[in-house]
């Protein structure tokens, strides 16, 4: 059996508890004797070892191995089963609730039935497993009870623990649930909910928490800020040696805080001691010190001061004297000195003497000699600094100075060095400055540097060009003047040819990029070298961009850019492709013996020729070029063709709209006429060319088969046409009696339906049979054809002429495909000669002689309307017109516009009383039809007649009117089909003129006026809700109130609905503390007290400082900030940490109730004691990791070595004698404390 070694808490904390103390500095590690780091092995039996007694170093630290493994067993009482079912043990509730629990947690669990009916439960596993099981098994087959603990609510945060471990700890021991009330619930009783015993023992666990929190006491203790220092002590050790002897912990606030105030923590009586302490303290010092007042320069404060304060300690810890600085910021230069009166004076000398150890002197250099003066990576700097280690040398930016400070001997002496560095620089350096334009820079630069680097490298010159964020051009050049102005020249050279260059962008169809690049870029590479100034840029192809970019020199550019359009030109002309349809069996004779006739063809009419692969079924021959070219080879193909069989080709007209349905679906039914024809080639024109042409080629006696067949099917497809439009009838009125007589509905085949010849009817079995049996019997009068005239007379026949005979193709569709034939023109002859159907040839003779009527009774009517109307009436495109010809079936003539005579215009074209409208010829409106029709169409265009209307909207109005860049009147336009005129604002008019028809101008009023009534709400509204407060806010609370980001002003701004402003910091006019609130008056007063109540929480907040280790920062804040926001959520408080670099930088500020900052401080000091354990545990590992930083690595060393003693040296792990190599013999030599080789 095996067992496993575990390290457990209690062996953890004293392995890290013996580390605790030791200090490591980064100067000099600890070294360990060899006995430390060689501990010797137990010998087995040793006389005199005691039972218990670790024999050496090997068992100091570890404890005895415990069992990973370990076992439980409790009892359930019978009145505390949940389950009491004897007669299912062990296939019961009780069981599957435990086989549960074994699959949650991995324990093993085992039930058995004692004597008095209880249940007692072994538990077996991991200890975690273990007690999470037994929790579980309390829970679920265990009754519950539960009890309440009162403790002060100041402790409960105790019982919690860090991350609510304490609580989950104290469950899992007690197997109890243990509910704490949140912060904001004044209630202090704590609920637990559990087994009698359970409860029992974490009521008394609770309880002996809180007696042990009842022990520690805080007191805050308030004296004079001046005595503090004579608290602390120098360096704080007074402070810290009191706090040592009394076991409290003393909270001195810093000096930077104007706070009086020491905080005391600890058990009640340290307190009460360290509180005695400190007031006997403070009392002797009040009591003897007296202070003086001294006037030093205030540049020399900081000397006094030295750095992080240390000499204002040093000062304290000699002379046993306060020394009280004025703030930095202050422009005081008064020093007072508290203390004893005989220790004034020699703390006045040593003040003086601090003051005057150090001057500052400043040499005058140019700004851009400095980087040489400082040398490559400070190299010349460098050599002063190390000879002057006390000198303080610094540079600034853009001024013609150099600062140096410390003690009077080494700054004279670096002044001196520095003014000759200077001086040989002057001698032997120049500069110059060239403005060049920002765009050229990087050209300047060029591609990873090249440019630039070369110009330094050549001239042995430094070039500064300014950044793009910096928008200069100032180009600055420095180093050996010669260089210089080499340097300068070539820039120069360099801009100037930029500055001829242009950028000029070809439109090139991405197709033909490949072919002028060409293979590997061959063509493209003849280009650029005939053009070596041009820079050529083709687009990515994933971009499928067109553009190509050239740039160069203007000419050159020109040049290239008509030397590529040429061979684009010559591209596109080439690229016209032609497809010929060519036999199959004749493929062979156009390519001819050896390629003979196809290469013939191909050289002499310059094209490319591809033929199809002798396994395909195509026979089309694709030929590339020109035009003209591809036409000409393909007439020498068809050539071939025409000699080696008897091929004839014609042309036969068919109207575009019947294409589609002879071609049938996928083709079928022109794949069939062409098979049947002996494999005649049939070409129908591409799809929206409009062309009727159709195209057959094949042998002659087919062609004219194939022709037949074509002209029979588009004839039988036109007919079917037309009897379908017989049988509807004018305007559906055959069917619709159809239908209304049966009943059943019929469905006529679309254009797209393959079926073209079937109709559906649909309805019930009576009605569907009596439908069939009219249409069939209409559709067999349509078979019957006969031939009939009438007399028409001949003043009319143009009307049915003209127009290509527009009006015969109407009849010839609406009536079942009725020929009209009228007779020529200049025959006199007045027959007319219908054939068709019989029932379609007495329709069309109807409808005939019903036209024949209104052409007879045709009137022309004038109508007079002013010609500036004319345009509104026809409406866009002549809609309105169109409109009303068809309506009133009239025809409607407008007169030619005539400018020069245009009258004035009269308001909503009515006439004025004091000129009559006299209509002229430009106004005359002519139209023809009926009289009753013409008429009607009289009425209906005096109703498209323009009016103008007046409404009257307050001038204030106008502009919400129009809306933003006119989209409101635009959109009111549109919508209304008006014209709507705002007066211009400077005439200040409180009337809108409205134009357009009299339906259109009454509803665009009523919307103008509904429009006026909203925004008139919106005004008031507006003027509702600029209620304005003004409230003065203290400007230290306004980040307070902002939040985070904004968060909580957006949060307030959201609630009540209202506009905050703070006042501009960069504004100085501006009354800093005001903080004005504008909305609705009762959202402005709701806002404005939740403003001050956050203000009175905000005031009744302290600030406290705590040192915290700097390395223990890092781990407090949690990454990006997430530990630290959540312990600031958790205390409410705000927690703020030094920036890097601060004097301070383990003074941490904790802002907040006085309440939840000293709980946050406790916590933070808590997380700081665990920390630095793990920072000291890892810094002593690291001592023995690797070397001190003071010099090279060491290796691993130790003390007391045997090799150390007297005649006693170190192995030599190179020699074969101290570690020879197997196999071979060494002669034995003296023994050492190694004892005998063995081999």
Known sequence: MSSVAVLTPESFAEHRSGLKDQEITEDEAYIPTYLEAFPPLPEKGAP??????????????????????????????????????????????????????????????????????????????????????????????????????????????????????????????????????????????????????????????????????????????????????FIAGAHNRLVQELSQETGARISIPPPSLPKDEIVITGEKEAVALALSRIRAIYDDKKRKTTTISVEVKKSQHKYIIGPKGNTLQEILEATGVSVEMPPLDSGSETIILRGEPDKLGPALTQVYAKAKSVMVVEVTAPAWLHRFIIGKKGQNIGRITQQLPRVHIEFTDGEERISLEGPTEEVEQAQAQIQEIIKDLLVRMDYT??????????????????????????????????????????????????????????LIEMVQRMENERTKDLIVEQKFHRTIIGQKGEKIKEVRDKFPEVIINFPDPSQKSDIVQLRGPKNEVEKCAKFLQKIIADLIENSFSLSVPIFKQFHKNIIGKGGANIKKIREETNTKIDLPTENSNSEMIVITGKKSNCEAARDRILAIQRELANIKETEVTIPAKLHNSLIGSKGCLVRSIMEDCGGVHIHFPSEGSGS??????????????????????????????????????????????????TGARIIFPSPDDTEQELITIVGKEEAVRQAQKELESLVKNLDDVVEDSMVVDVRHHRHFVCRRGQVLRELAEEYGGVAVSFPRTGANSQRVTLKGAKDCVEAAKKRIQEIIEDLESQVSVEVAIPQRYHRAIMGPKGCRIQHITREHEVQIKFPERDDSQEASPQENGEVSPEAEFVPRKCDIITISGRAEKCEQAKAALLALVPITEDVEVSYELHRYIIGQKGSGIRKMMEEYEVNIWVPQPEKQLDVIKVTGLVANVERAKQGLLERVKELQAEQEDRALRSFKVTMSVDPKFHPKIIGRKGAV?????????????????????????????????????????????????????????????????????????????????????????????????????????????????????????????????????????????????????????????????APDMSSAEDFPTFGTGVAPKQASAWGPKKF
């Open 433 to 490: 400055e060239v403005i060049i334009d920002q765009r050229f820079h990087r050209h300047l630069i060029g591609k990873n540097g090249a440019n630039i680097n070369r110009i330094k490298e050549q001239y042995k010159v430094s070039v500064r060009i300014p950044q793009d964020s910096e928008r200069s051009g100032l180009v600055r050049i420095e180093g050996d003047p010669k260089g210089v102005q080499l340097a300068r020249r070539e």
């Open 48 to 229: 005199g070892e005691k039972a218990g007694e670790p024999a050496s170093a090997w068992g100091s630290k570890i404890r005895p191995i415990k069992a990973s493994v370990i076992t439980q067993v409790f009892h359930v009482p019978l009145e505390e089963r949940r389950y009491k079912d004897n007669s299912q043990f062990g296939e019961g509730e009780e069981a599957k609730v435990c086989l549960d629990i074994m699959q949650r947690t991995g324990a093993h669990i085992e039930l058995s039935l004692a004597k008095d009916q209880g249940l007692s439960i072994m538990v077996t596993g991991k200890l975690d497993s273990v007690m999470k099981a037994r929790k579980e098994i309390v829970a679920r087959l265990q009754t519950q009870a539960s009890a309440t603990v009162a403790i002060p609510k100041e402790h409960h945060r105790f019982v919690i623990g860090k991350n609510g471990e304490k609580l989950q700890e104290l469950e899992l021991k007690t197997a109890t649930k243990i509910a704490i009330p949140r912060p904001d619930d004044p209630s202090a009783n704590i609920r637990i909910t559990g087994t009698k015993e359970g409860i029992e023992k974490a009521r008394h666990e609770i309880l002996l928490i809180s007696a042990e929190q009842d022990k520690r006491a805080v007191e805050r203790l308030s004296l004079e800020k001046a005595f503090h220092p």
């Open 692 to 741: 009727d042409k159709v195209t057959i080629r094949g042998p002659v006696g087919e062609v004219e088969k194939a022709k037949k067949q074509l002209l029979q099917l588009a004839e039988e497809k036109v007919r079917k046409e037309s009897t379908y439009k017989f049988l509807i009838g004018r305007g559906g009125a055959n069917i619709r009696r159809v239908r209304d007589r």
């Open 1049 to 1209: 002003i957006s949060q307030i701004r959201k609630d009540h609905d209202v506009s905050i402003q703070f006042p501009d910091k960069g504004d100085e006019q501006q009354v800093c503390d005001l903080i004005v609130i504008s909305g609705y008056e009762r959202n402005v007063e709701e806002a404005r007290q939740a403003i001050q109540q956050l203000v009175a929480e905000l005031q009744e907040m302290v600030s406290q400082d705590v040192h915290l280790d700097p390395r223990t920062h890092a781990r407090i804040i949690g990454a990006r900030g997430k530990a630290i926001r959540k312990l600031m959520e958790e205390f409410k408080v705000d927690i703020r940490f030094p920036q890097p670099g601060s004097d301070e930088p383990d003074k941490v500020t904790v802002t907040g109730l006085p309440e939840t900052v000293d709980n946050a401080i406790d916590h933070l000091l808590n997380l700081e004691e665990e920390y630095m354990l793990s920072v000291t545990e890892t810094e002593t590992l690291a001592a023995y990791m690797k070397p001190p930083s003071g010099g090279p690595a060491k290796g691993f060393v130790v003390r007391d070595a045997p090799w150390n003693a007297a005649g006693n040296k």
